[in-house]
């Protein structure tokens, strides 16, 4: 059974009481209830915040988790792009070695490549039809 968005969850080992706790959720206002087919966190090549990418649904969330000196150390998360291109669910998703290109497959056959540009801005890269349809 698939997941929901709202059950998407940053855990943490603590020391001090040799048990995991949550420290943040991946979900915002009226995600409930969104199916979730794959989770990837994208290598971290020096940024200064995590990305987490989340297929649902509705396409693919992109997600920055950032260590907050303010919230006691407790990441925060914040979504920052919704890739809506795949016709139907996204079932797999897939970083470079890089993290700086997100592969994703889904219903439609399709294998998608997606990066942000200079800007943040995300955009759909390349995408190459593997449903073996003639037309």
């Known amino acids: 059974m698939p997941l929901t968005l709202w059950e998407i969850l940053i855990w943490e080992f603590d ?5 995991w706790i949550p420290v943040a959720e ?3 206002p009226g995600d409930d209830g969104d199916m979730v087919h794959a989770v990837a966190w994208a290598p971290n090549i020096g940024r200064p ?3 987490i990418a989340v297929a649902t649904c509705k396409g693919i969330a992109i997600w920055h988790v950032v260590l907050d000196p303010e919230s006691n150390g407790r990441p925060t998360a914040e979504k920052v792009a919704l890739l809506p ?5 996204v079932w797999q998703l897939e970083w470079d070695m890089g993290g700086m290109t997100l592969a994703s497959t889904g ?8 990066q942000s540009n200079i800007n943040g801005i995300w955009h759909e890269h390349a995408s190459l039809d593997c449903s073996g349809a003639q037309s």
């Open 15 to 19: 020391e001090a009481h040799q048990r």
């Open 85 to 89: 291109g795949h016709d139907g669910e």
């Open 26 to 28: 991946l979900a915002l």
């Open 107 to 114: 219903s439609d056959g399709m294998v998608r490549l997606w």
């Open 49 to 51: 915040f995590e990305v």
